[in-house]
Nanobody
Framework: QVQLVESGGGSVQVGGSLRLSCMQS????????MGWFRQAPGKEREGIATIFYSTTYYSDSAAGRFIISRDGAKHTLYLDMNNLQREDTAMYYCAASPCVTSNQALGALRGSFKFHYWGQGTQVTVSS
C-alpha cells in the first residue's frame, strides 16, 4: 500500500521559511514523478512544484522562492519555501505517480495530468 506522509508545516511570519517533507512508503521503488500542491480555503487546488527524476517544474507563484528536491535513499521529497507571504497560507499536499515522460510532471503542475497517490496534507499558515 502506497503511503505519503507530509510533515514540516506550521505557522510562520511573512518573509520566513519552512521546509516541508514527504516520506514515501519504503517498500516500493521511488516514484518517477512527485510534486507539491496546495489548497487554500475557498480555492481550487493548485500545483506548486513537480519533479520528474531530477527535472523540476514550478508554478509562477513558487518560482524563485520555493525549491523542490528529493532524496531517493530516504524516500523523501522536500519543498523548501522561502520569503513566505500571506497568500501562501494553505494546506500543502504531497503527491506521486509513476510517469513515463517529463510532460506528465509538467502536466500535473498545470492540471492536465492527475497524480495517483496523495498524502493527507500539512498546514502552512503565514501571518504578518
Amino acid at each position: 500500500q502506497v503511503q505519503l506522509v507530509e510533515s514540516g508545516g506550521g505557522s510562520v511570519q511573512v518573509g520566513g521559511s519552512l521546509r516541508l517533507s514527504c516520506m514515501q512508503s519504503r517498500d516500493i521503488d521511488n516514484f518517477s514523478c512527485m510534486g507539491w500542491f496546495r489548497q487554500a480555503p475557498g480555492k481550487e487546488r493548485e500545483g506548486i512544484a513537480t519533479i520528474f527524476y531530477s527535472t523540476t517544474y514550478y508554478s509562477d507563484s513558487a518560482a524563485g522562492r520555493f525549491i523542490i528536491s528529493r532524496d531517493g535513499a530516504k524516500h523523501t521529497l522536500y519543498l523548501d519555501m522561502n520569503n513566505l507571504q500571506r497568500e501562501d497560507t494553505a494546506m500543502y499536499y504531497c503527491a506521486a505517480s509513476p510517469c513515463v515522460t517529463s510532460n506528465q510532471a509538467l502536466g500535473a503542475l498545470r492540471g492536465s495530468f492527475k497524480f495517483h497517490y496523495w498524502g493527507q496534507g500539512t498546514q502552512v499558515t503565514v501571518s504578518s
